[in-house]
């Protein structure tokens, strides 16, 4: 595995908490991309350095850690801008890696399918034009010949041109692609359609599995699933489609965003949300907020929801004693607690499972039965057959 070191900044816009559960997660991440990640750096500034991101003093401390420690890599928990990441690279003398590249290194090793290999291409050019610094120039050897090289032209302007090129020939696939798909998802209209989204990790693919009997791939890893599944599930007489999509996170590059226009249209088109949470999770009211911003940024907020809090078998709590007078924390919480917070009062369609275990997946399927039942017979109410 890799040896990398992870660095985050607390800011006057984050708190210390906020930026350690970032750094958790950053850690998990650079686990899924093959990272060893054998320390983590932080440190307070009033606001982020235009140059090193960080202080001078921090810089120096990380260098001569990264040089005794044989470090392969540096990942920043925050997007670099081109200067920072050029000026880093010869103060750490290591490669180094933000956290929008991490993303788009993890999309790259677990696409599969021919669309997102295109989709994760494109992001990845649309993320490196900015930064070329001689990383393309093989790529001038691949185009040759009159008219290819003006008078005076230098090679980074070169390759600069065959990336723009390379983009422009991507979105035409992708568009190409976008058609097909769209024509796909009109011979689906006889049913209704059901999407099931969420923070990365949060177990989809795993209901996915358990609703229609398929084998997609389920790991705990962070974006094992990147191609949208769509299978037929048959919920006691009534027929939907389940697509399966990709995971959300938060700082979800908007390259990534534009590129799964595709798989993300896929949601756009449901006429119901299964909105899978992981409760075990200590943030997971951060991860519902996370999943809430990206639907409004592909517009899709008004959806028809259910909030599946998934793991309640990995849910724990630490119960306080009768005369501890300190504050009740997050951790003292209860499950029963979680049941009458406003997640009941606010989302009548909620309900707490553990899809591993089997726990409370029958209540799960009769609500979801009666959900998909009211939209049929107000989609489709000529489909009088099906009840």
Known sequence: ME?????????????ESEVNEYLRELEFLAFTAGGDVKKIFKQKINH?????FLGKGKIHQIRDFI??????????????????QKNLEEHLCCKIVDRTNLIL????????????????ELAQHQYFLPRLTNLWTHLSKQKGGIGMRGPG???????????????SLLKKKLEKIDKQMTTQ?????????????GYTNAGKSTIMNSLSKSNVLAEDKLFATLDTTVRKVVIKNLPFLLSDTVGFIRKLPTQLIKAFKSTLDEVHESDLLIHVIDISNPNFEKHIEAVQKTLQEINCVNKKQIMVFNKIDQYTYIE?????????????????????SWMSKENTNTI????????????????????????QKEKYPYNNFLY
Do not use: H, M
């Open 3 to 15: 040896k990398v070191v992870l660095i985050g900044a607390i800011t006057a816009k984050t708190t």
């Open 48 to 52: 982020i350095n235009s140059k090193t």
């Open 67 to 84: 040089a005794d420690n044989a470090i392969e890599t540096a990942i920043f928990d925050d997007e670099l801008t081109p200067s920072q």
């Open 105 to 120: 290194t993890i999309f790259a090793l677990r696409a599969k399918t021919a669309i997102a290999k295109i989709q994760v």
């Open 153 to 167: 032209e230098k090679e980074i302007e070169t390759d600069r041109r065959i990336i723009r090129q390379q983009i």
């Open 185 to 197: 998802r009109k011979g689906r209209n006889q049913l209704v359609r059901v999407s099931l989204i």
């Open 320 to 340: 306080k004693d009768e005369d501890d007078l300190s504050p009740i924390q997050k951790e003292n919480l209860s499950l029963d607690y979680w049941k009458k």
């Open 352 to 375: 707490f499972i553990s899809c591993l275990k089997q726990t409370n997946t029958i209540t799960f399927k009769e609500t979801l039965y009666t959900l998909i039942e009211n939209i």
